[in-house]
């Protein structure tokens, strides 16, 4: 397999890969096309031109209709990871430790009605139904590679518009310097919350100008259809630079606050996970490298590792937000 890697710092595939991509962008045509109005008619011919139809709504969850395409330079090439390796391999710590329990357990999630709070140092603090978040703004479809810190890797079309067009509409006040990001602790549905794994609510944050980056996705969906419970249903954040346990599932509180908020794994393990967390391949775990990663559905005896990219490929579009930091010492 030939891979090059251009100048825009995202991997592109050789010819062996090209298929499953243009599988994957007639799905997406169908959803522009459901955006378009006309989805009996888009599902109708979808359904009559190719034999997997279903392919094109995976996991047959309601579809989010309205997404467009996505912004530019959110886009890899590089093949998307099959929705049944992304839906049953999970860290979803509420619904328990292995990556099969979420998608075992998960169903005891009750995702409506939902409602997530917007609070502490904003001018507009306001309780947002789900359905409000969905009408806030546009959604778009966007491809990110995204890199557990655990080691390994998968290729997602999310569905969501960026953190900062809610942010801009709930108007932060200027003494705000983070955001807070608090999911639900529901010991009735959520079996695992109570253990003493974490400290519960899973909660996450961002410095201002990360949070406000156009990178950061406010997310309702996978691969057209809304998120499956054990992906953070019904909205979570996605933030394709940083290890994975920033993206917090579930959200149900967006909290703007002076100072640095205290993190799930940070609280757990300082010296292991850093605030940032931002992907990077020359800051080893303590406990292991972060050079290479293995992307999940390339599991052959013979498959090679991939080299981790700095902050997983995105640096173009996140990296002037770090200049001068050590990013050694500011993990
Ligand atoms: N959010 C909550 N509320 N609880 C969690 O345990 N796990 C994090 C993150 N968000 C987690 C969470 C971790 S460790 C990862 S790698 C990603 O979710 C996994 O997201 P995925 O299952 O959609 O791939």
């Not at 109005?37 to 309205?66: E, I």
């Not at 579009?317 to 770090?322: A, I, R, T």
Request: proline share 6%; glycine share 8%; net charge positive.
């Amino acid at each position: 397999m030939i891979i090059k890697t251009n100048s825009d710092g995202f991997i592109h595939p050789g010819s062996s890969e090209v298929t499953p991509l243009r599988v994957y962008q007639r799905r997406r045509d169908l959803i522009r096309q459901l955006a378009g109005g006309a989805a009996g008619v888009a599902l109708g011919s979808w359904a009559g031109n190719n034999a997997s139809a279903q392919q094109s709504l995976p996991g047959k969850l309601a579809p989010l209709p309205n997404a467009k395409s996505a912004v530019a330079g959110a886009v890899t090439m590089e093949k998307v990871t099959d929705y049944k390796d992304a839906t049953t391999y999970n860290n979803y710590y509420e619904f328990g430790t292995d990556k099969a329990d979420p998608a075992k357990n998960a169903h005891t999630l009750k995702t409506s009605p939902w409602v997530v709070e917007v609070e502490g140092m904003v001018k507009k603090p306001a309780k947002y139904t789900l359905e409000d978040l969905l009408k806030l703004s546009a959604q778009e479809e966007r491809i990110y590679r995204m890199r557990c810190v655990e080691g390994w890797s998968m290729v997602i079309p999310w569905v969501g518009y960026s953190l900062s067009e809610l942010i801009k509409k709930v108007e932060p006040l200027g003494s705000a310097k983070y955001v807070e990001f608090i999911t639900l602790a529901d010991p009735k549905t959520m079996p695992f919350v109570g253990s003493r794994v974490l400290d519960w609510p899973y909660a996450e944050g961002l410095r201002m100008d990360e949070a406000m980056n156009p990178l950061a996705l406010l997310s309702f969906g996978m691969y057209g259809e809304v998120l499956p419970n054990q992906n953070g249903a019904p909205v979570r954040m996605v933030l394709p630079w940083k290890y994975g346990f920033k993206s917090a599932k579930s959200l149900v509180k967006i909290r703007f606050t002076d100072k640095q908020p205290g993190t799930a794994w940070n609280k757990a393990a300082a010296n292991e996970y850093g605030f940032f967390s931002n992907v990077n391949p020359d800051v080893d775990h303590p406990r292991w490298s972060q050079a290479t990663e293995r992307r999940i559905g390339e599991d052959g005896l013979f498959a090679k590792k991939r080299k981790t990219l700095l902050f997983n490929g995105y640096e173009q579009q996140v990296g002037q937000l770090y200049a001068g930091m050590d990013l050694k010492k500011l993990f």
